[in-house]
């Protein structure tokens, strides 16, 4: 992982496994999770790191997912960040793409939010440790993004 995101090499590699649930609903004919040279190389500004990546799998695992449009998923998660990964099915159902992966701040994720398609909500392992001094809303939101008054904020 580490020298593929370091290098420049062309091709892809398996960066997580999906879970079930991610699976059924894209109708992928595989658990695995590529990552192309292309989104690599076109991503950079993210400074991906192997480390970075050691954490997809639990977000997958156990964040929260919602179909933004066909063939797509993105799954949300909060170990003292949030994290967003957005992943792409081939049309021919064989391969799954990441698309994207970061941590992410409270306007992506009121965005996340308004997604209206929910595949999975956030499980019981996902714990909410904090933003600071920040008190949490319900399922591990920071409240701010729980609170009426900010909610709707573009």
């Known amino acids: 992982m580490k020298d593929f995101l370091e290098s420049e090499a062309s091709g892809i590699i398996v960066v997580a496994r999906l879970p079930a649930d991610i699976q059924k609903h894209l109708g992928a004919k595989t658990t695995r999770l590529f990552l192309s040279s292309e989104t690599r190389d076109s991503h950079g500004h993210h400074r991906w790191t192997s ?3 050691s954490l997809l799998n639990d977000i997958l695992a156990f964040g929260e997912v919602r179909s933004d449009r066909a063939r797509h998923v993105v799954a949300a998660y909060f170990d003292a960040n949030w994290w967003i990964a957005s992943l792409k099915v081939t049309a021919d159902l064989r ?3 990441l698309l994207t992966f970061h941590r992410s701040n409270e306007r992506q994720i009121r965005k996340f939010r308004k997604i209206p398609e929910v595949i999975r909500s956030v499980t019981g392992r996902q714990v909410a440790v904090g933003e600071g001094n920040t008190p949490h809303g319900p399922e591990g939101y920071p409240a701010s993004l729980t609170d009426p008054a ?3 904020e573009k």
């Open 150 to 152: 900010t909610c709707n």
């Open 51 to 53: 480390e970075g990546f």
């Open 95 to 97: 391969e799954v793409y």
